[in-house]
């Protein structure tokens, strides 16, 4: 409103000149008068410094509104004129307006740069920020607890506390990351983002101390091996102890004394052989089994050798075969063909047919039909396969 009354009252005042001139011209030639055209001159002479006065004015005016603008000097106000026309009232209510706005976001932003720098600090993420000249900028308080470097001005201080950190911090890539290890107190993980601000570009670091979570995940995993070894332990010994007493039971029943000397029926000694070979196998078994989880980090690698399927399962069946029996549960087995042979690790294929049949069992002990049945043979995408059902 203010503007638009301006550049009406710069128009009326053209106007006003324009109507003088011709005025005074009418009255010269027309007239034949001198005195009236010198006095209309006279009053033309004052409209143009008027103009002039009026312009220079709204040009000062407007002039110092941009300075207070470009210098962030919101304390200016436009007050002092109003005697010079409602316009130039007007005008000032619009310039104060601006600068009342220009005040208000300034003062919003300021706020906003306090909550962020506020939450920088706060956070346990450590935060660095610096350009490409290694000139440090921002340094929050997590960062500072980390690092514990006194005098962080440049990023190259990083090597007061590892020459390996700084390395890896200045080959990283915007948006890559890495994990180092310190000391045994600290394993960082970094991460590294660029930003561009007031035409400058910055590197932002984030830096985490993750040596409490690592030691968290190696306590969970060997409390997991522990279930794992304690589970596959328990697996065969209990088997391995219920067919021990059916052995002792077999010498009993099929050792006699016959003139003075010891004898066992043959079928006694073929249960006494096989048992103790199945004893004796699946303890080997379990204590490679073992050996190769001393070191939790090891993945112990598969022996391939050629089985024929039936001996496997027959071997797994003589071990839980008592337990079955004690739990009067019946077992099926199906081999097609019955000469099926595949290529697998001997005790570790065991060991699963042992875990599995051992579910089947606890599966089926409650239920009226306690039977499992083991099939095996070649599938339509001509793999081999075992299956244990209950």
């Given amino acids: 409103m203010g503007f638009k009354s301006s550049i009406w009252k710069i128009t009326y005042r053209i106007l006003l000149m324009v109507v003088t001139i011709f005025g005074g011209t009418y009255f010269y030639i027309s007239q034949d008068s001198t005195l009236l055209p010198i006095l209309m001159g006279f009053v033309l002479v004052s409209q ?43 005008l000032n209510q619009s310039l104060n307006k601006v600068i009342a706005e220009f005040k208000k976001t300034r003062l919003e932003k300021e706020e906003q740069m306090l909550f962020l720098q506020v939450i920088l600090q706060h956070i346990q993420t450590g935060i660095i920020s610096y350009d490409k000249t ?14 514990k470097i006194p005098q962080f001005k440049n990023i190259d201080d990083l090597s007061r506390l590892s020459d390996e950190l700084l390395h890896q911090v200045l080959k990283l890539k915007p948006g890559q990351g890495n994990s180092i290890k310190i000391n045994p107190q600290i394993h960082l993980t970094i991460r590294s983002t660029e930003l561009k601000i007031a035409g400058k570009k910055l590197t932002l670091l984030s830096l985490q101390n993750i040596n409490a979570e690592l030691k968290q995940n190696e306590l969970e995993a060997w409390q997991n091996l522990t279930k794992v070894l304690r589970h596959e332990i ?87 075969r008592e337990e079955l029996f004690l739990d009067h549960i019946e077992i099926k087995t199906a081999i097609h063909p019955s000469e099926l042979r595949l290529t697998a690790d001997k005790e570790q294929i065991q060991m699963i047919l042992i875990n599995l049949i051992k579910n089947a069992r606890e599966a089926v002990s409650q239920s009226e039909n306690k039977s499992i049945i083991i099939e095996a043979g070649i599938g339509l995408d001509q793999y081999k396969y075992i299956q244990v059902t209950d």
């Fill in 48 to 90: 143009t410094i008027e103009l002039i006065r009026f312009n220079t004015k709204t040009n000062e005016k407007l002039t110092r509104f941009f300075d207070a603008i470009q210098y962030s000097d919101f304390s200016s106000s436009f007050t002092g004129d109003h005697k010079l026309g409602r316009s130039y009232f007007e």
């Fill in 134 to 147: 290694g000139r440090v900028g921002l340094v929050n308080n997590a960062a500072k607890q980390l690092l």
């Fill in 234 to 320: 328990m697996n065969s010994i209990a088997p391995i102890a219920t067919l021990a007493n059916s052995l002792r039971t077999v010498l009993n029943e099929d050792v006699h004394e016959q003139n003075g000397e010891m004898y066992m029926e043959k079928e006694g000694h073929e249960d006494l052989t096989i048992g103790l070979e199945t004893i004796e196998n699946r303890s080997k078994g379990l204590i490679n089994f073992v050996q190769v989880y001393r070191d939790y980090t090891s993945i112990p690698a598969p022996d391939f050798k050629d089985l024929q399927v039936q001996d496997l399962i027959e071997d797994v069946l003589t071990l839980l």
